[in-house]
């Protein structure tokens, strides 16, 4: 069975600084690019930042370039984003996704190209 598992999440203050953790299990396969992406009320679902299998393909969004940072450590099976500079602006529900791809190969990172989901973790910037 398919499982993601977020964690990290917390309340901090404007300028701090949170690790968000993915834990992944259950994959048939270990080639699988991983997404982050937030939700804040009332807001749609945007993508923030994306790996590729390997690791050796990066994307992030305009609004967190700079200040965020995924990574992957494979031998754990686990997925981070080092969050720093944060903003109210960052408040959201953060999920992480993942999808079987073939080789160290990065999906967009767009909700359509992930299949499994994580229950997602708070993230809230505030003084």
């Known amino acids: 069975q398919l499982q993601l598992v977020e964690s990290g999440g917390g309340l901090v203050q404007p300028g701090g600084s949170l690790r968000l953790s993915c834990a992944a299990s259950?994959?048939?396969?270990?080639?699988?690019?991983i997404g982050w992406f937030r939700q804040a009320p009332g807001q749609e679902r945007e993508g923030v930042s994306c790996?590729?299998?390997?690791?050796?393909?990066?994307s992030y969004a305009d609004s967190v370039k700079d200040r965020f940072t995924i990574s992957r450590d494979n031998s754990k099976n686990t997925v981070y984003l080092q969050m720093n500079s944060l903003k109210p602006e960052d408040t959201a529900v953060y999920y992480c996704?993942?999808?079987?791809?073939?080789?160290?190969?990065?999906?967009?990172?767009?909700?359509?190209?992930?299949?499994?989901w994580g229950q997602g973790t708070q993230v809230t910037v505030s003084s």
């Open positions: 259950g994959f048939t396969s270990d080639h699988y690019a």
């Open positions: 790996i590729s299998s390997g690791g050796s393909s990066t």
């Open positions: 996704a993942a999808s079987i791809v073939l080789g160290d190969a990065i999906l967009p990172c767009s909700r359509r190209h992930f299949a499994s």
